[in-house]
């Protein structure tokens, strides 16, 4: 129903910064997003959650990040951004974007909670 697409990864050394973008898009169906999140997993780690925005509501951070990465969202482009700072080795996985809300209209209105396909950040020291 909604599709997450990221962009943004790379390779960054130790203290730089990235940004990266979650753009979501119905398959013809309207959409509202109520929560948009990033997540990441590192290899043989669990995926864990970095950041969320409500609509509306006041955002949460991993306390790994808090002062070092921003997330925000762009409502009218269906966008969540995640501007990442003093970025160090330990930030190095695969970041997720995850969106939840309701898509359709009338009898096929229905929840959804969508991920995206992943971009990989790596960080060198």
């Known amino acids: 129903q909604v599709q997450l697409v990221e962009s943004g990864g790379g390779l960054v050394q130790a203290g730089g910064s990235r940004r990266l973008s979650c753009a979501a898009s119905g398959s013809g169906d309207l959409f509202t997003i109520n929560v948009m999140g990033w997540y990441r997993q590192a290899p043989g780690q669990q995926r864990e959650l970095v950041a969320s925005?409500?609509?509306?509501?006041?955002?949460n951070y991993a306390d790994s990040v808090k002062g070092r990465f921003t997330i925000s969202r762009d409502s009218a482009k269906n966008t969540a951004y995640l501007q990442m700072h003093n970025l160090q080795p330990e930030d190095t996985a695969v970041y997720y974007c995850n969106a939840d809300g309701l898509a359709g209209m009338g009898p096929r209105l229905a929840e959804f909670d969508s991920w995206g396909q992943g971009t990989q950040v790596t960080v060198s020291s």
């Open positions: 925005i409500p609509v509306g509501g006041s955002t």
